[in-house]
């Protein structure tokens, strides 16, 4: 099972990044497929997350309307679109996937992870 997350980058405030996260080694459709990212010296938070076969969509209340969650089944691959960076969204972004609960915000509860991507935002 892998998840390799991309997109990654360094990036002005007010800018965007689309993250992508491909995933392969079993199928996911059953799962949930979220968004994590963790900052310098803080906890791993949850940002967003898709399931994977009705497409329904959750995500944190601090993040609603900056990032949009997205899968694209055919790629096998789900995205995090990020509008209007600001310098507190750098972080290193993980993607996961949990397939035991759905609905899931806490990263304990996540199965798989990948080796994440850095957000960089400078003002």
């Known amino acids: 099972v892998q998840l390799q997350a991309s997109g990654g980058g360094l990036v002005q405030a007010g800018g965007s990044l689309r993250l992508s996260c491909a995933a392969s080694?079993?199928?996911?459709?059953?799962?949930?497929m979220g968004w994590f990212r963790q900052a310098p010296e803080k906890e791993r938070e949850f940002v967003a997350a898709?399931?994977?076969?009705?497409?329904?969509?959750y995500y944190a209340d601090s993040n609603k309307g900056r990032f949009t969650i997205s899968r694209d089944n055919a790629k096998n691959t789900v995205y995090l679109q990020i509008d209007s960076l600001k310098p507190e969204d750098t972080a290193v972004y993980y993607c996961?996937?949990?397939?035991?609960?759905?609905?899931?915000?806490?990263?304990?509860?996540?199965?798989?992870w990948g080796q994440g991507t850095q957000v960089t935002v400078s003002s």
């Open positions: 996961a996937a949990e397939g035991r609960y759905g609905f899931r915000r806490r990263p304990d509860d996540y199965d798989y």
């Open positions: 080694g079993r199928t996911f459709r059953n799962y949930d």
């Open positions: 898709i399931r994977w076969s009705s497409g329904s969509t």
